[in-house]
């Protein structure tokens, strides 16, 4: 479990309505980004979310950082798959660049 001000253990909680988590191939982003409310999260959590999911401090979130970011949520989470990971990456890369920027 990672915490800072804003905990993802807080998230977690609302990870216990799913019925499967884990399941493989049952990651769906959007549903992802409605359960965590990270749009109704002040700009300064997201950025708090940001820097604990950039493993790296490189200033992006890559492919590789967004495959494990269910075991951040959820202490039996998952790597996400190739395709899930795309998925994830591609709703959050504004500019095509194949990152996540912090803005």
């Not at 492919?63 to 951040?72: A, D, N, P, S």
């Not at 994830?88 to 920027?101: E, N, P, S």
Request: aromatic share 12%.
């Amino acid at each position: 479990w990672v915490c800072v001000d804003i905990c993802f253990s807080d998230f977690s909680e609302q990870f216990s309505g799913l019925s499967s988590p884990i399941a493989a191939e049952s990651f769906n982003y959007k549903k992802f980004f409605e359960m965590v409310g990270l749009k109704k999260k002040s700009p300064e959590d997201v950025k708090k979310v940001f820097h604990i999911l950039d493993k790296d401090r490189s200033g992006f979130i890559e492919e590789e950082e967004l495959k494990f970011v269910l075991k951040g949520f959820t202490p039996d989470g998952r790597d996400l798959s190739d395709k899930e990971t795309k998925a994830l990456l591609a709703a959050g890369d504004k500019d095509g660049d194949g990152k996540i920027g912090a803005d």
